[in-house]
């Protein structure tokens, strides 16, 4: 199985911060990964996919990077409604893996 | 904008089979790959299988053996049945689609259902 690590498993700030979350694949997926964001008591909803594109819908400072065995989350300017979990999921091989999370907290 | 609805028993006892079924509304589910994920808070988000109409099924091999997948396009319907259950099985189970040709997976999601398995 391609393990999947995420970091940090938790983080903490404030309204108009910049924040980065990445994701590390043990093997290389190509672009092959999608970012989800997942609040309480409710199900993970996709915001990027192919690694880099922008879920339609989903606002402008939510960003993703890299390929291969890298990639990178980036919330640029955190709005409340942005506090929440994070998980990265790898479709490039079966069976497909999720990261264990990130959650976002408000600082 | 495709709408997913997950059904089935809320309780299952060990050793049994727990089927459950995602109603897909918004959308031929011909044009959709068909998923089955969990979520428990032992092992967080747990992929179980994808499956197309066409039949071209893949399962998690740490599950194959306890798992089947169906679909039913009279109804716009895909199903899970997963046999012997134990607690270890006790999660909140999705169902997802992704539409075929688009890049990515898991565009839209059900709501999830909570199985608990108990006796």
């Known amino acids: 199985d391609i393990q999947m690590t995420q970091s940090p498993s938790s983080l903490s700030a404030s309204v108009g911060d910049r924040v980065t979350i990445t994701c590390r694949a043990s093997?290389?997926?190509?672009?092959?990964l999608g970012w989800y964001q997942q609040k309480p008591g409710q199900a993970p909803k996709r915001l990027i996919y192919?690694?880099?594109s922008l879920q339609s819908g989903v606002p402008s400072r939510f960003s993703g990077s890299g390929s291969g065995t890298d990639f990178t989350l980036t919330i640029s300017g955190l709005q409340p409604e942005d506090f929440a979990t994070y998980y990265c999921?790898?479709?490039?091989?079966?069976?497909?893996?999720f990261g264990q999370g990130t959650k976002l907290e408000i600082k | 904008q495709v709408q997913l609805q997950e059904s089935g028993p809320g309780l299952v006892k060990p050793s049994e089979t727990l089927s459950l079924t995602c109603s897909v509304s918004g959308g031929s589910i011909n044009n959709y790959f068909c998923t089955w994920l969990r979520q428990s808070a032992g092992k967080g988000l747990e992929w179980i299988g994808r499956?197309?109409?066409?039949?071209?099924?893949i399962y998690n091999p740490s599950l194959k053996s306890r798992v089947t997948m169906s679909i039913d396009t009279s109804k716009n319907q895909f199903a899970l049945r997963l046999t012997s259950v134990t607690a270890a099985d006790t999660a909140v189970y999705y169902c997802a689609t992704n539409p075929l040709l688009h890049l990515g997976d898991l565009s839209a999601w059900g709501q999830g259902t909570l199985v608990t398995v108990s006796s």
């Open positions: 093997q290389d997926i190509r672009n092959d």
């Open positions: 499956m197309y109409v066409s039949g071209n099924t």
């Open positions: 999921l790898q479709h490039f091989s079966n069976p497909f893996t």
């Open positions: 192919a690694a880099i």
